[in-house]
């Protein structure tokens, strides 16, 4: 079967770092992407990593070990509205994608 | 960036009848949209892939004849739910892929469906 794995909660206060792990299990893979989904929301876009490796959007970043099939979201410098469920999901070639169960991330004052 | 809508954002409807869900892109052309609903705090689920000009493509589980799907041009997209019941009751989220891009999928906000 397919499966995507990352844990169902996290907390954290301003200004600190948190890191959010994604190991995935598919019969396809192109790509691991992260998306961010706030309450009654639609899901945006965060970021894809392809290759092995850290990829660095502001004060995001990804990073993803295919041979491990494993990836995280490193979110920085943590605010506010950063509260959200975080989704990582598998692109795979010519389909849509598979999510995991997302992680929801509460960020205290 | 690129831009989906959807309509309704949220509708009731009596056990029995019909809902049909539209989903576009505004601003760019989508020859695959997808399907997905999700229950509160959990997962989206894909339900279909749908393809301009073509028949959906279902996810094991989901039954065609319920959840009709057309794609009949490459900014619209509809999810028909037909006599629905109670626990059709979910957030029907739509997304689509830019040509050219495919791993970036830009969803719509959702439609909120409650059958009562």
């Known amino acids: 079967g397919q499966s995507l794995e990352q844990p169902s909660e996290v907390t954290a206060v301003e200004g600190a770092i948190v890191q959010i792990n994604c190991t995935y299990q598919?019969?396809?893979?192109?790509?691991l992407s992260w998306y961010q989904q706030h309450d009654g929301g639609a899901p945006t876009f965060l970021s894809y990593?392809?290759?092995?490796g850290l990829e660095e959007t502001g004060r995001f970043s990804s990073f993803l070990s295919r041979s491990d099939s494993y990836g995280y979201l490193l979110l920085q410098e943590l605010q506010m509205k950063d509260s959200a469920s975080y989704f990582c999901?598998?692109?795979?070639?010519?389909?849509?994608?598979?999510f995991g169960k997302g992680t929801t991330l509460s960020v205290s004052s | 960036g690129a831009v989906v809508s959807q309509h309704p954002s949220r509708v009731i409807c009596k056990s029995g009848t019909s809902v049909k869900i539209e989903c576009r892109s505004l601003?760019?052309?989508?020859?695959?949209m997808f399907w997905y609903r999700q229950f509160p705090k959990q997962s989206l689920m894909l339900m279909a892939t749908?393809?301009?000009?073509?028949?959906?493509?279902?996810e094991q589980g989901v039954e065609k004849d319920k959840f009709l799907i057309n794609h009949a041009s490459l900014t619209l997209s509809t999810l028909t739910v037909t006599s629905a019941h109670p626990e059709d009751s979910s957030f029907y989220i739509c997304?689509?892929?830019?040509?050219?891009?495919?791993?970036?999928?830009?969803f719509g906000p959702g439609t909120r469906l409650t059958v009562t």
């Open positions: 997304s689509a892929e830019l040509a050219g891009v495919s791993y970036e999928q830009y």
């Open positions: 598919t019969s396809g893979f192109y790509g």
């Open positions: 990593n392809a290759l092995d």
């Open positions: 999901a598998v692109n795979q070639a010519g389909t849509a994608l598979i």
């Open positions: 601003d760019f052309q989508a020859t695959t």
């Open positions: 749908s393809n301009e000009g073509s028949k959906a493509t279902y």
